[in-house]
């Protein structure tokens, strides 16, 4: 039997999950719990019917499909009984205007890694590959795995957009498909970790020993989030982790907090709650990234929307390298 897994989305022609030009697979499903998480739709495992109010033209077209009467156009907009609705596909199919979208679709790895390596060409010209993400791809391991070794196979590099969460034999088993890891360390103090992320902080430190120890080339990314991560004391802590422990980190990245999820929570009648945080002024996205120097990381990227200043609420957009001397 051909293996199965969950995607949400498939991203082409990403710059910013890995060297090169890059196709990201984001898979279904996290144990994680961010208070700050901009891919809310990765969460559940399941897949799930939404509706884009925006693009609705009031067809009716799904409603009537429907084989389980699950979906009724009012005038606050429309209704999903999601103890009847089947995620069968039928009403995203019927839609004429798109407003209708199952959010995890399933896919054999074969059909899936014919499906990515399309995009081969960039990846020979630019020394990309294929990233996969999530949610957590550890949670679908088997897949992952699978996936990823038949992409190595076809001659891709592939990347895995991970929070390390993971037992250490489903760890190591992972390890031996993939090219580089993108290791998210958020927060490194236990009790804000587990408040802020909704799981022990020891597990992941734990597995990002291991990276040091099978070679495996790493870059480590932080989300800068008012509050939460951006003190100086964190990205001290985790630049002092990197230096001792884990010797194969290429580089460090520092991605300054926005708020381009709050359409995503509204399609789940949910509210993001960061939604009154305010942007990271672009010069303590600096100051953060020269700590990070100084305590002995070597190649330190900040990136992201900011504020230029206090008395400016223009954003830009800014991807700085450091190579610290």
């Known amino acids: 039997m051909t293996r199965t897994g969950i995607l949400t989305n498939i991203q082409r022609c990403s710059t910013e999950d890995g060297p090169g030009i890059r196709t990201t697979a984001f898979l279904k499903g996290c144990p994680l719990n961010c208070v700050w998480c901009h891919n809310i739709e990765t969460i559940d495992s399941n897949p799930r019917t939404v509706?884009?109010?925006?693009?609705?033209?009031?067809?009716?077209?799904?409603?009537?499909?429907?084989?389980?009467?699950?979906?009724?156009?009012?005038?606050?907009?429309?209704?999903?009984?999601?103890?009847?609705?089947l995620v069968c596909g039928t009403c995203e199919e019927e839609c004429p205007a798109g407003?209708?979208?199952?959010?995890?679709?399933?896919?054999?790895?074969?059909?899936?890694?014919?499906e990515l390596i399309r995009d081969k060409v960039?990846?020979?010209?630019?020394?990309?590959?294929?990233?996969?993400?999530?949610?957590?791809?550890?949670?679908?391991?088997?897949?992952?795995?699978?996936?990823?070794?038949?992409?190595?196979?076809?001659?891709?590099?592939?990347?895995?957009?991970?929070?390390?969460?993971?037992?250490?034999?489903?760890?190591?088993?992972?390890?031996?498909?993939?090219?580089?890891?993108?290791?998210?360390?958020?927060?490194?103090?236990?009790?804000?970790?587990?408040?802020?992320?909704?799981?022990p902080l020891e597990r992941v430190l734990e597995n990002a020993k291991i990276l040091t120890e099978v070679g495996m080339p790493v870059w480590v990314r932080t989300p800068i989030i008012p509050d939460h991560t951006d003190t100086r004391e964190n990205i001290r802590a985790i630049s002092k982790f990197i230096a001792q422990y884990m010797q194969t980190?290429?580089?460090?990245?520092?991605?300054?907090?926005?708020?381009?999820?709050?359409?995503?929570y509204s399609?789940?009648?949910?509210?993001?709650?960061?939604?009154?945080?305010?942007?990271?002024?672009?010069?303590?996205?600096?100051?953060?990234?020269?700590?990070?120097?100084?305590?002995?990381?070597?190649?330190?990227?900040?990136?992201?929307?900011t504020k230029r200043d206090d008395n400016e609420s223009e954003l830009t957009r800014t991807n700085e390298v450091k190579t610290c001397g």
């Open 249 to 264: 980190v290429e580089r460090y990245d520092l991605l300054a907090f926005n708020k381009m999820c709050i359409e995503k």
């Open 99 to 114: 407003a209708i979208e199952i959010i995890g679709k399933t896919w054999e790895v074969d059909a899936l890694v014919e």
């Open 267 to 305: 399609l789940f009648g949910l509210e993001y709650p960061l939604k009154d945080y305010d942007m990271i002024e672009k010069e303590k996205m600096e100051v953060l990234a020269q700590l990070a120097c100084e305590e002995g990381i070597s190649n330190v990227t900040w990136s992201g929307m």
């Open 51 to 85: 509706w884009h109010s925006e693009k609705c033209i009031g067809d009716k077209a799904c409603i009537e499909a429907c084989p389980e009467g699950a979906l009724d156009l009012t005038t606050e907009g429309m209704v999903i009984d999601l103890r009847k609705c």
């Open 122 to 199: 960039f990846f020979d010209t630019s020394n990309g590959g294929v990233t996969i993400s999530g949610g957590e791809p550890l949670l679908q391991h088997e897949f992952t795995k699978e996936l990823a070794s038949k992409l190595r196979v076809k001659g891709v590099h592939v990347a895995l957009d991970t929070t390390g969460y993971a037992s250490e034999s489903v760890w190591r088993s992972i390890l031996e498909h993939v090219d580089l890891v993108l290791l998210d360390l958020k927060q490194m103090d236990p009790e804000k970790h587990q408040e802020f992320v909704g799981i």
